[in-house]
């Protein structure tokens, strides 16, 4: 735990660091803001079904976004960090001091990715949920974005959403990684990670009903299978089975699948890397 926390120390110290967050807190702050008043005038109508609605698209809208940022912005530094400073060397001299910093880099990774998404959960479902008084939140689901149906009340569903952008933060968590470990450039994996993203943005609200044909099949295959499906949440109503609750566990495997694979192959990397 002790390494953990020195780890979190380092993040601590990376200014650049804080001026995102700052950035995007202030954003994220007035993306809700924006939001609440025609949440508040629906509600004054009783349409609550409406309103939830509107608040299971929130990861849809910014939130899936804002995690994959805050991810960037985090953890591409983290494999770079003795690189750059050229501290390598010393961690190769300590019994066992590759494992064990390994260890400390991918546990502060996986917390800093739980925290990420609990508190952008929290404050986003929290703070409109909140304005409508919570009416209705115990309501089952009566229209759904992804599934057919779903048999959850509508607070039980919004909140096992951020579970599933949980599962693709954790898929980017691992991509970030390998390729902060590969370039060894804080610079360079923040451009490399980031543009990957937001091309997948692009493709999932520009360009996707652009295209026909072959063209057409691969890159919806591509994104299906991206951390950025995953986290947009429209991974999880694809793969042949659109829209079906009861085989939502077929993508949950995948994504868990994909995940271990992208940290078991970080392990070997950073194996070699501690070799040379």
């Not at 990376?14 to 509600?43: C, D, H, M, S």
């Not at 809208?61 to 750059?84: H, K, P, Q």
């Not at 951390?227 to 609750?245: N, V």
């Amino acid at each position: 735990m002790q390494l953990v926390l020195s780890e979190a120390r380092k993040q601590r110290s990376f200014r650049e660091t804080w001026v995102g967050y700052l950035l995007a807190t202030l954003l994220l702050f007035v993306l809700i803001y924006t939001g609440l008043g025609e949440l508040k005038y629906v509600a004054e109508f009783g349409a609550y079904e409406q309103c939830w609605f509107t608040i299971q698209q929130d990861i849809r809208s910014y939130v899936g976004t804002f995690t994959a940022f805050l991810l960037v912005i985090g953890l591409s530094r983290l494999m770079c960090y003795e690189t750059e400073q050229r501290t390598a060397g010393l961690v190769g001299t300590a019994a066992h001091g590759p494992a064990l910093t390994w260890r400390a880099k991918i546990g502060f990774s996986l917390i800093y990715c739980i925290v990420v998404v609990a508190v952008l959960g929290i404050v986003t479902l929290g703070s409109r949920g909140a304005i409508i008084g919570f009416q209705g939140a115990v309501a089952p689901v009566s229209n759904c974005v992804y599934f057919e149906s779903v048999p959850l009340s509508n607070l039980a569903y919004c909140i096992v959403q951020y579970d599933f952008l949980l599962l693709g933060a954790l898929y980017f968590t691992g991509f970030i990684l390998i390729v902060a470990t590969l370039t060894k450039h804080t610079s360079f994996t923040v451009f490399l990670c980031g543009g990957i993203y937001l091309a997948s943005l692009c493709y999932q609200f520009v360009i996707e009903y652009r295209l026909k044909g072959l063209a057409s099949q691969i890159c919806k295959a591509i994104f299906q299978f991206s951390f950025c499906g995953f986290m947009q949440l429209e991974s999880y109503r694809w793969f042949g089975w659109t829209g079906q609750w009861e085989n939502v566990w077929k993508p949950i495997v995948i994504v868990l699948l994909a995940t271990v694979l992208e940290f078991a192959v970080l392990w070997l990397l950073w194996r070699c890397k501690a070799k040379t």
